[in-house]
């Protein structure tokens, strides 16, 4: 099983950057089917952004296109969610998800089509 850790998380003001890194072990990355997810307050887990194993366009969630950009350095067997114009609502506990099986770019979203998790990374949005 692949072990994830994500780190870069913060506290940030609106329309302000940062950007998550997610370092895989146990597998290389063009093994795996990845994703972002996150959870904010009182809220259920959902998608950011994922990537297929033989990469292709990621897929983003509506609210984050054309801000958030999903990148993998296979040396460094890292993902990245590089995050722009961060807004209010983008406050959340953001986690890293991992698969070695293929999934189709329709089923990218599905929470359960990953079998690995990180930990988390908290991102806060405030003024």
């Known amino acids: 099983q692949v072990q994830l850790v994500e780190s870069g998380g913060g506290f940030v003001q609106p329309g302000g950057s940062l950007r998550l890194s997610c370092v895989a072990s146990?597998?290389?990355?063009?093994?795996?089917?990845m994703g972002w997810f996150r959870q904010g307050p009182g809220r259920e887990r959902e998608i950011v952004g994922a990537?297929?194993?033989?990469?292709?366009?990621?897929y983003y969630a509506n609210s984050v296109k054309g801000r958030f950009t999903i990148s993998r350095d296979r040396a460094k067997n890292t993902m990245y969610l590089q995050m722009n114009n961060l807004q209010l609502e983008d406050t959340a506990l953001y986690y890293c998800?991992?698969?070695?099986?293929?999934?189709?770019?329709?089923?990218?979203?599905?929470?359960?089509?990953?079998?690995?998790w990180g930990q988390g990374t908290q991102v806060t949005v405030s003024s």
């Open positions: 146990g597998r290389t990355l063009q093994s795996l089917s």
């Open positions: 990537i297929r194993w033989n990469s292709g366009s990621p």
């Open positions: 998800a991992a698969t070695p099986r293929g999934i189709i770019f329709s089923e990218l979203p599905r929470l359960s089509n990953y079998d690995s």
